[in-house]
């Protein structure tokens, strides 16, 4: 999805009409899954609805605005590289909200991720259009949806929801933040723009991105987020990888991107374990 998003901003760069687009298209392609879902179709309280809804404000809400406007600024490797540093996010909100001790397996774990993050912030190898500011998008994005998983999991089991259905309320509160960010932006003139043809682009990144909020949420509701967090974690080595593969030119992938990957994997990795 993040390499999809890249490849769409750089011919459309406009990343507030790009994420309505892309989220739009992710939330048609949960709803499309909810056919396929089984054990679903119970009906929903309101209450099980608005806390969903709230996960999606979160994220993919707020947190996808921050994170397209990351991809736009430093690209999809290095946004995927923060992304993966998700556990340590996870292992700070249990100790801080429910009381988890912290030992030296996190300690490690915490000083590899933030290796990786002094590897980002050193790199030279850069693209012209590459701005500082993408990395602080990056973990403010990363935050966020480390916190809507907390959500999803802590009610997951109480719900009547699908994961699928549960997901495309979380989809389709995302997508009402990112029109509502677009019509901020555009003033207006938001009707307009949506009607370009050239949004069209971005719809790979929505499929894929329906399709991972599909997989993630059936994931969240199965197992435990100390085994799913460093799994999803790492995006960061697949991340580093497909913008080799396709987005060699912008991307600029050296050795110090691929260490840092491989540092955010080993850092999760090692979280997760431990908790």
């Given at each position: 999805?993040?390499?999809?998003?890249?490849?769409?901003?750089?011919?459309?760069?406009?990343?507030?009409?790009?994420?309505?687009?892309?989220?739009?298209?992710?939330?048609?392609?949960?709803?499309v899954?909810?056919?396929?879902?089984?054990?679903?179709?119970?009906?929903?309280?309101?209450?099980?609805?608005?806390?969903?809804?709230?996960?999606?404000?979160?994220?993919?809400?707020?947190?996808?605005?921050?994170?397209?406007?990351?991809?736009?600024e430093?690209?999809?490797?290095?946004?995927?590289?923060?992304?993966?540093?998700?556990p340590?996010?996870?292992?700070?909100?249990?100790?801080?909200?429910?009381?988890?001790?912290?030992?030296?397996?996190?300690?490690?774990?915490?000083v590899?991720?933030?290796?990786?993050?002094?590897?980002?912030?050193?790199?030279?190898?850069?693209?012209?259009?590459?701005?500082?500011?993408?990395?602080g998008?990056?973990?403010?994005?990363?935050?966020?949806?480390?916190?809507?998983?907390?959500?999803?999991?802590?009610?997951?089991?109480?719900?009547?929801?699908?994961?699928?259905?549960?997901?495309?309320?979380?989809?389709?509160?995302?997508?009402?933040?990112?029109?509502?960010?677009?019509?901020?932006?555009?003033?207006?003139?938001?009707?307009?723009?949506?009607?370009?043809?050239?949004?069209?682009?971005?719809?790979?990144?929505?499929?894929?991105?329906?399709?991972?909020?599909?997989?993630?949420?059936?994931?969240?509701?199965?197992?435990?987020?100390?085994?799913?967090?460093?799994?999803?974690?790492?995006?960061?080595?697949?991340?580093v990888?497909l913008?080799?593969?396709?987005?060699?030119?912008?991307?600029?992938?050296?050795?110090?991107?691929?260490?840092?990957?491989a540092?955010?994997?080993t850092?999760g990795?090692?979280?997760?374990?431990?908790?």
């Amino acid at each position: 999805m993040t390499v999809s998003l890249r490849a769409a901003l750089k011919r459309h760069p406009e990343p507030d009409v790009g994420a309505v687009a892309s989220t739009v298209v992710a939330a048609l392609v949960a709803v499309v899954a909810i056919a396929f879902e089984r054990g679903g179709g119970e009906a929903a309280s309101s209450k099980e609805l608005a806390i969903f809804a709230l996960a999606g404000l979160l994220a993919p809400g707020v947190s996808q605005i921050f994170f397209t406007l990351a991809v736009k600024e430093v690209g999809a490797s290095r946004t995927s590289i923060v992304a993966g540093s998700a556990p340590l996010f996870a292992a700070t909100l249990a100790i801080l909200l429910l009381d988890e001790p912290f030992e030296w397996p996190l300690a490690l774990g915490a000083v590899l991720i933030v290796g990786a993050g002094a590897l980002l912030v050193g790199d030279t190898a850069r693209s012209l259009d590459f701005r500082l500011i993408g990395i602080g998008y990056a973990f403010l994005a990363t935050s966020l949806f480390t916190s809507r998983d907390v959500v999803v999991r802590w009610y997951s089991e109480d719900a009547a929801l699908g994961s699928v259905e549960a997901a495309a309320a979380a989809l389709a509160a995302g997508a009402l933040v990112m029109l509502a960010w677009a019509a901020l932006e555009r003033r207006g003139a938001l009707v307009t723009a949506l009607a370009s043809p050239a949004l069209l682009r971005f719809v790979p990144a929505g499929f894929f991105f329906g399709l991972s909020y599909v997989l993630l949420f059936a994931a969240v509701y199965r197992g435990k987020l100390t085994v799913v967090s460093p799994l999803v974690a790492t995006e960061a080595l697949w991340g580093v990888l497909l913008a080799a593969l396709f987005l060699r030119r912008s991307e600029l992938v050296g050795p110090r991107l691929v260490l840092g990957a491989a540092l955010v994997v080993t850092g999760g990795v090692l979280i997760g374990v431990y908790r």
